[in-house]
């Protein structure tokens, strides 16, 4: 069995790596990206909940829990 250590992410990758990882999973239909994407985005949710609430990170996270929600509906 696996265990997963979560860290909490870097100013950096917060400023550079969430809305990069954001603009892919909102322009995909490629199901292995957003596989893969899912588990970055749950990596910076579990990481770093506080930082991209502070940042204003939550609507762009709804917004794509709403397309999957679109394609699993449709």
Partial sequence: MYTYTYITPSL????????????VL?????????QNGCECLSAFL??????LTSAGAIEPIIQFV????Q????
Wanted: aromatic share 2%; with cysteine; glycine share 6%.
């Fill in 71 to 74: 394609l699993v509906c449709a």
């Fill in 66 to 69: 709403a397309m999957l929600l």
């Fill in 26 to 34: 909102s322009s995909t239909d490629d199901a292995a990206a957003l």
């Fill in 46 to 51: 579990i990481g770093g909940a506080e930082q």
């Fill in 12 to 23: 950096a990758q917060m400023r550079d790596a969430f809305p990069a990882l954001m603009h």
